[in-house]
């Protein structure tokens, strides 16, 4: 539902784009946004992957990890492993991320932490577990096409304890396919409403019965580097502990995953 409250306070606030050049049926998006928070990969799944980052100026690098995730009553739960880093991120309505590192006990960290970049990627824990798709405060702009295909057009407003961590972050604008009710891209709207991150899925694969993003762009806009996640191999369908998606658990190392349940790509 579109909140009629300011989410960020008295600060800039991007105007809607309207794809028709007037009134949207809000009540029309807000169902679409609602069919798809509840539209996740089903079940608990593994992800390996590989980070390319590539810098406007420097030589290119190559990162390897992997996710387990799986959905819970508050929303998504990942957990992420990039050597000798392991976070736990819970996204959804309440979002919270904890990590452990150097040996130390797992903390949460805060909503201001989760926006620095990741192991010398243009990653961030925002950029994964994507707490704007849940923010309350939101304008829905219209069906238009983007690459070619069909989707809808949200731009949503960082509620008060974000805008307060990162003032610069003025909102979010996604488009969400509308037959695969995917994330197809996001933008992150900075001053005055410029776009200083822009997150491109550029390919699916479908496993099984279910199409999961393959290829994700993360642009840094204003440093003109980006990072590539490609996902490499995936198993869908499995029985984990329950530790596996605690914070007590990410001292622990992560499940063994079954050789006969792993597609590669």
């Known amino acids: 539902m579109v909140s009629s409250a300011r989410g960020q306070g008295p600060g800039y606030r991007p105007a809607p784009n309207y794809i028709t050049g007037g009134s949207v049926d809000q009540a029309e998006g807000a169902k679409v946004l609602s069919e798809f928070r509840r539209a996740d990969l089903a079940g608990t799944y593994w992800l390996g992957f590989e980070l390319r980052v590539m810098p406007r100026h420097g030589a290119e690098i190559k990162i390897n990890g992997q996710l387990f995730g799986t959905r819970t009553e508050a929303g998504p739960r990942t957990r992420l492993m990039i050597d000798p880093q392991r976070w736990l991120i819970q996204s959804g309505r309440a979002p919270a991320t904890w990590v452990a590192e150097n040996g130390m006990p797992p903390r949460e960290m805060t909503a201001g932490q989760t ?30 096409r983007i690459r070619g295909r069909p989707a809808h057009s949200f731009v949503l407003y960082p509620p ?20 695969f009710q995917k994330l197809v891209q996001a933008e992150q709207l900075g001053s005055k409403g410029v776009v200083e ?32 996640f490609t996902i490499t191999a995936a198993a869908l369908d499995l029985k984990l502990p329950a530790e596996t998606f605690s914070s007590a658990g990410l001292d622990s190392p992560p499940p063994l995953i079954p050789t006969e349940k792993i597609e590669r790509f």
């Open 115 to 144: 926006l620095e970049p990741l192991a010398q990627t243009d990653l961030t824990i925002f950029d994964l577990q994507m707490p704007f798709l849940y923010w309350s405060d939101f304008i829905y702009e219209g069906l238009s």
């Open 160 to 179: 008060t304890d974000l805008a307060t961590a990162r003032p610069g972050l003025t909102g979010v604008r996604i488009w969400v396919d509308a037959q």
């Open 197 to 228: 991150k822009t997150i491109s899925i550029l390919d699916l694969k479908k496993v099984g019965e279910q199409w999961i993003p393959k290829v994700i762009d993360f642009r840094n806009n204003l440093t003109r580097g980006k990072t590539r």
